[in-house]
T-cell receptor, first 115, second 114 residues
């Protein structure tokens, strides 16, 4: 497709369960970013990938959060033992390169609700 | 560290009114500046950008000028439409930041009434 694709679009799960969110970036984009959008915190950076490596994991809120990217394309964000405060919209973005004048293109997000 | 501050909303205007949404920033390096828009039920879309001082970004009648002396990037539109109702986010990315991640303001909701 032409844009960044995220799945699922909505996910409802019980507290304590693990969830996996998927992001398919724009073809050819080497940089990939995960952000979280929540009512209390606004838009927060979580992690970014340059190719398959993640040089900066400083935004991950706890060790329950992890992410990987394979083949320089699809990325998955995994949240283990989910808590209610994990409820948010998780956004993925990609850009052609990691330089600051390259705009990031966002997917529609995954709305995660923890019961 | 980097930060972005934008005016709190909601901003409610009548159609054809003039719009200004203020945005100021602090950055340790040489940032690029962006405005993103989020229409109801949709994802973030890039509205416009400016990569160096005095640059003016423009798109769909919106414009913003990168003012280094006042560290500002205010969004303006001369005549808003109902279809402009959305949440607007000011953001920066910084060449000094190896990750190039975006730092966002808190967002400003714009409501335009017919």
């Amino acid at each position: 497709g032409a844009g960044v694709s995220q799945s699922p679009s909505n996910k409802v799960t019980e507290k304590g369960k693990d969830v996996e969110l998927r992001c398919d970036p724009i073809s050819g984009h080497t940089a990939l970013y995960w952000y979280r959008q929540s009512l209390g915190q606004g838009l927060e950076f979580l992690i970014y990938f340059q190719g398959n490596s993640a040089p900066d994991k400083s935004g991950l809120p706890s060790d329950r959060f992890s992410a990987e990217r394979t083949g320089g394309s699809v990325s998955t964000l995994t949240i283990q033992r989910t808590q209610q405060e994990d409820s948010a919209v998780y956004l993925c973005a990609s850009s052609l390169e990691r330089y600051s004048n390259q705009p990031q293109h966002f997917g529609d997000g995954t709305r995660l609700s923890i019961l | 560290g980097n930060s972005v501050t934008q005016m709190e909303g909601p901003v409610t205007l009548s159609e054809e009114a003039f719009l200004t949404i203020n945005c100021t920033y602090t950055a340790t390096g040489y940032p690029s500046l962006f405005w993103y828009v989020q229409y109801p039920g949709e994802g973030l879309q890039l509205l416009l950008k400016a990569t160096k001082a005095d640059d003016k970004g423009s798109n769909k009648g919106f414009e913003a000028t990168y003012r280094k002396e006042t560290t500002s990037f205010h969004l303006e539109k001369g005549s808003v439409q109902v279809s402009d109702s959305a949440v607007y986010f000011c953001a920066l990315s910084d060449l000094n930041n190896a990750g190039n991640m975006l730092t966002f303001g808190g967002g400003t909701r714009l409501m335009v009434k017919p």
